[in-house]
């Protein structure tokens, strides 16, 4: 272990928070200032100049894109013969919500993210880890690097808690998603066709997602059953299911 | 310049193709091969394997990924203040499919890119220039690694041929957008409020943006005037405006 390392582990008056980044992430940070932030949610952060506040959400926009990046590397490596459909929707999967809300659970940031409970209700608790994981990949990409940066998701997260083929297998539902949701809250669920365009050749299937009665979203494409996955799909985004 | 370079630009059998790149692109290119698929459009393609096509497409979801890491790192830095909402437009702004094709024009792109005229029909050819543009930076990517791809993206043709400024301040109005376009193709437009949601203290606004009596897009927000927004902009989404 190099010298400042060990200084950081052992003598450091932030020794111990040091140590618990070093536990979770399996190096040792630089500088600490870009972690405490990337833990950080809006809801205990304070407005540093001009209201912008010292909170995660800058360092989540940057570390989503540099996530997005390497996994693009990764997907495309990976799959030489997955055309850019394949690519889209896998990494869409990976980058999932759900799925990095899941990782920082597993990977214990529950014990470093920083919020006010009273600000936060229960729904929302969840994606706040998620946010936390890619504004923690913002906060190593300033501190060490693209390279740091893609061996450390590569190795230690990817390697270790992405299970890419199942993953790949998994084909999210939106339809069967949103009805249960439905079943679950007693609300009418239908899918309505409202019209089909006749091309010369192909049809246009235009759906909506009704829920009690109200639209929640609408799906245009050249068969039913697609029209009804993208109506359930964009009913699931704005139901925030 | 180091000899590989001299050889590739003055003795290689494929110094013309080098030179011209070289010319359009300020550097000399390692792996031909990338750059060469980098300006094939899939019309011109051939199936390499299991139906996969030696086209630009898998380059330009690559590229796609880090041109929006380096413009998520570029905006990061250059406004200290920015939060998350505005940098997320900025940058949508800035890799938008107009402004890559207008970027890619400049850059000289049509002399490289391949692609069948009779496939490709006069609406579509514009923006096969900024996919090309997308796959070009893959290929940098694959060739010469992040950081050579982030100079070049900076110094090339960030700086040269992107007014970050300018941008920040031109809004981009679907609705005026959508209007005019129907207006150009003779066609009927407007926006009905399918229904207001009332909430304890807010209100929530679904807005319908139809075009000759199709519902082309729909728009829930808090504001009647967000959500027309939204309602253009998904209308001009599926109108390939």
Redesign the interface.
């Known amino acids: 272990m190099p010298i400042a390392g060990f200084y950081k582990l052992y003598l450091s008056p932030n020794r111990k928070y040091i140590k618990k980044l070093h536990n979770l992430l399996g190096f040792v940070p630089g500088n600490l200032s870009l972690y405490r932030m990337a833990f950080r949610h809006k809801s205990v952060a304070q407005a540093v100049?001009?209201g912008?506040k010292n909170s995660n959400?800058?360092l989540?926009?940057?570390g989503?894109?540099?996530l997005?990046?390497v996994?693009?590397?990764v997907l495309?490596k990976l799959y030489p013969?997955?055309?850019?459909g394949f690519?889209?929707e896998l990494r869409s999967k990976i980058v999932s919500r759900v799925n990095l809300n899941q990782l920082a659970r597993k990977l214990g940031f529950e014990q470093l993210i920083e919020y006010d409970t009273r600000m936060v209700n229960s729904t929302r608790q969840g994606s706040l880890l998620g946010d936390a994981f890619e504004a923690l990949v913002g906060a190593v990409?300033l501190d060490k690097g693209?390279?740091f940066t893609?061996d450390f998701l590569i190795n230690n997260i990817i390697k270790s808690h992405i299970d890419i083929h199942t993953l790949e297998q998994t084909e999210t539902n939106f339809k069967s998603k949103l009805i249960e949701w439905c079943q679950r809250h007693s609300k009418d669920i239908s899918f309505d066709l409202?019209?089909n365009?006749e091309g010369e050749s192909t049809k246009l299937f235009?759906i909506q997602a009704i829920v009690d009665g109200?639209?929640m979203g609408?799906g245009?494409e050249f068969s039913k059953k697609n029209a009804e996955k993208l109506a359930a799909e964009k009913a699931c985004e704005?139901l925030a299911i």
Chains 1, 2 share one sequence.
């Open positions: 100049k001009k912008v959400e800058r989540e926009f940057l989503d894109a540099v997005g990046c996994i693009a590397e495309f013969y997955g055309d850019e690519l889209t990409y693209y390279e893609k409202i019209e365009q235009t109200e639209v609408m245009k704005a």
